[in-house]
């Protein structure tokens, strides 16, 4: 009698965690997605210290340039690039293919377009991008870990 009431409760704490999960996880996309927008539109109105909020302290990521960068390493090159007045930068809101949500950590599979602009040239370019968010303790979703690359280099950025 014991066994077959605890295999019940079991089976009702399980089916409460999936259905919670599952009702969390729209939740969850949505404020992933909502953190994308304003890093973009932190990020097209030049404002570092909102540009960096969005990585977690433990930021590890690789991109062609930078094998292994940190949180610090981003915030500096982003920090000194919108620092630049010879150059104008602008950053679509990601096209995001994919999020996946495990709990308190996120996979999300995106598209970024950045259009530069020097001197009157312009060149746009697209950045695939796989990033890894974590929910930090203050509940916001950071992004934790990412790898990103372009199919072609900005012609402008080089």
């Given at each position: ?32 997605v ?29 991109i ?55 001197k009157?040239?312009k060149d746009?370019t ?33």
């Open positions: 009698m014991f066994g077959r009431c605890f295999m019940v409760l079991v089976s009702l704490a399980f089916i409460a965690s999936a259905t919670t999960v599952h009702a969390d996880s729209a939740a969850d996309e949505a404020a992933i909502k953190r994308l927008q304003r890093w973009t539109a932190d990020f097209n109105a030049k404002k570092p210290a909102g540009v960096c909020d969005l990585f977690a302290p433990d930021l590890v990521y690789s062609p340039e930078v094998v292994r960068g940190t949180h610090e390493t981003m915030c500096t090159n982003l920090t000194k690039m919108l620092a630049r007045s010879d150059i104008q930068l602008h950053y679509n809101n990601p096209d995001v293919h994919e999020i996946i949500v495990l709990g308190d950590v996120a996979i999300v599979r995106l598209t970024w377009t950045l259009t530069t602009q020097v009157g040239a746009t697209t950045e695939e991008g796989m990033d890894i968010f974590r929910r930090q303790p203050d509940g916001r979703w950071s992004i934790a870990r990412f790898v990103a690359f372009t199919t072609r280099a900005n012609k402008l950025l080089q």
